[in-house]
């Protein structure tokens, strides 16, 4: 194989990007070979985008079963990246799809599964992990610079969207559509950094999550989660989609210093020595380790999706290391789910998780729903859409 042919199942706001990117020329040893969405126009658009010699298919089955692509990436709606990765993966194809890695761990974990049977690369499009910045504070935490790790607090807000945003498609911010809001839309990327960057997965959580709080939605707008770490450590990770102007503060504390990443500088504090140390030796009443402060230097742009297209088409051609592997799109779901589930239980929640139950209450909600949906276009949710 000297080139991987792509498939892009969805076209929408996405796909359409991953698909101009790979027709472009723009990712290195790879090309488009085909495109799949039920929308009619949406398949005009890539005719006269293309040209008649990328194909065109009106259902994912169609585009899997052509043996026109290598690899596919979805792009659809939430709840259908795991079904058709499956499908693609019992196919002989390598996929990536687009975060999050589904709405529930239990389908996340069947994709898996299948992406281990077929022996197939399996990546996922989280496209902040070849970002600079958090590839430098990543480092830092590895390296332990910061020692034991104590506190891991972020502050995500300037993902602010109006309510014209949530009005342009039916499926959107509706938990039979999207099966959540800023957690599963939004910040995904950042759920996943946040155990990236730092190694450490919570043990317990407790979520406060808002409905409808600020927009005419049904599913969370105003996210507040309190978790603790199996080492003592705790975090706090608050987001929403109507602070403006929002906040990006990344804190991350150890017994030597701290690290806060805003606004894409990287400040880092050290003590001359651990706090435990000199909890244990100091005997002057009032004081704290002496401590300096500089500022960690990192180069480059962030490569974002073609960088994850270009890592996954080496890791397909030549068994490159893949920067952002499929297997690990659910943690941070785990996370998401978590917090979900201890808001609507009003209780603390255990990691593992309770998947059945996560599950049982997420469909509940989908029954029980009244939410009137009123949208400015007519993208309509159904098996098969791809609008994203």
């Not at 985008?49 to 065109?56: L, Q, T």
């Not at 927009?215 to 003592?232: C, F, L, P, Q, S």
């Not at 999706?305 to 890791?315: E, P, Q, S, W, Y």
Request: net charge negative; with cysteine; hydrophobic share 35%.
């Amino acid at each position: 194989m000297d080139k991987v042919r792509f498939g892009i199942i969805g076209i929408g706001t996405m796909g359409s990007q991953h698909a101009t990117n790979l027709f472009k020329g723009n990712v290195p040893d790879a090309c488009l070979g085909a495109v799949a969405d039920i929308d009619v126009n949406r398949l005009a658009w890539a005719k006269e985008s293309f040209g008649e010699g990328v194909s065109r298919f009106a259902t994912a089955d169609e585009l899997i079963a052509s043996g026109t692509v290598d690899a596919v990436i979805i792009a659809t709606p939430h709840y259908f990246h795991p079904p058709i990765a499956i499908k693609a993966f019992e196919a002989g194809l390598n996929v990536s799809p687009e975060k999050p890695a589904g709405v529930y761990t239990t389908a996340g974990r069947e994709m898996n599964e299948a992406a281990k049977k077929s022996g197939k690369v399996f990546g996922i499009m989280y496209s902040t992990r070849p970002n600079p910045y958090y590839e430098a504070m990543r480092k830092v935490v590895q390296d332990g610079t910061l020692g034991e790790i104590r506190r891991i607090n972020w502050i995500i807000t300037n993902w602010y969207r109006p309510q014209s945003y949530y009005d342009s498609g039916s499926w959107r911010a509706t938990w039979q559509g999207e099966g959540g809001g800023v957690l599963l839309n939004q910040c995904p990327h950042n759920l996943d950094l946040w155990q990236w960057v730092t190694g450490m997965m919570p043990k317990r959580v407790r979520g406060f999550c808002y409905y409808g709080k600020m927009h005419n939605i049904e599913v969370e707008d105003d996210v507040t989660a309190y978790v603790e770490y199996e080492n003592g450590a705790t975090g706090v990770f608050v987001t929403s989609t109507s602070d403006t102007p929002g906040t990006n503060r990344f804190e991350i504390t150890g017994d030597m210093g701290k690290m806060v990443g805003e606004d894409g500088k990287i400040t880092l504090t050290l003590n001359e020595m651990s706090e435990r140390e000199f909890n244990a030796t100091w005997t002057g009443g009032f004081g704290s380790p002496k401590h300096t402060t500089r500022e960690v230097t990192y180069e480059g742009k962030p490569g974002e999706h073609v960088a994850i297209m270009t890592n996954f088409t080496r890791a397909i051609l030549y068994g490159d290391e893949l920067i952002a592997p499929g297997y690990e799109g659910i943690k941070g779901l785990t996370i998401s789910n978590a917090i979900h589930l201890s808001s609507w239980l009003d209780d603390w929640v255990e990691l593992p998780l309770d998947e059945d139950l996560f599950y049982n209450m997420l469909q509940e909600r989908i029954k029980n729903s009244k939410f009137q949906k009123k949208t400015n276009a007519q993208i309509l949710w159904a098996p098969g859409s791809y609008g994203n």
